[in-house]
């Protein structure tokens, strides 16, 4: 089938395509109507687009937790201990003990 020949003839009943099978217009693709084929449908207000959602969340959530986990966590406690450690250090610094214990040190 060349496109050009179903562009330039918009449909019709000019034979297309290797076999000379016409496909049909746009939205009817087929020459024989389809019979027996039964098909139903459920409206949109019928169906519940949060079955399982809070189950899956729970799921989902912890397995991407878990996958994670050892890449954050042995950081930012490491960084916790750093960051009390120095904390406690600068305190002890600019207290009156650790004065006395530096005082000639600084010259």
Not at 33 to 44: A, D, E, N, S, Y
Not at 83 to 98: D, P, T, V
């Amino acid at each position: 089938m060349r496109p050009t020949q179903a562009l330039r003839g918009g449909g019709g009943d000019a034979p297309l395509g290797k076999y000379n099978k016409y496909l049909g217009t746009w939205g009817n693709f087929g020459v024989i109507k389809q019979r027996g084929i039964i098909t139903f449908g459920v409206t949109p207000n019928r169906l519940n687009p949060f079955a399982g959602a809070a189950h899956d969340a729970v799921f989902n959530t912890w397995r991407r937790f878990s996958s994670q986990v050892l890449y954050i966590a042995p950081p930012m406690i490491a960084g916790y201990y750093l960051m009390n450690w120095a904390i406690e250090r600068n305190e002890f610094l600019n207290s009156k003990a650790g004065r006395a214990e530096f005082r000639g040190e600084e010259e």
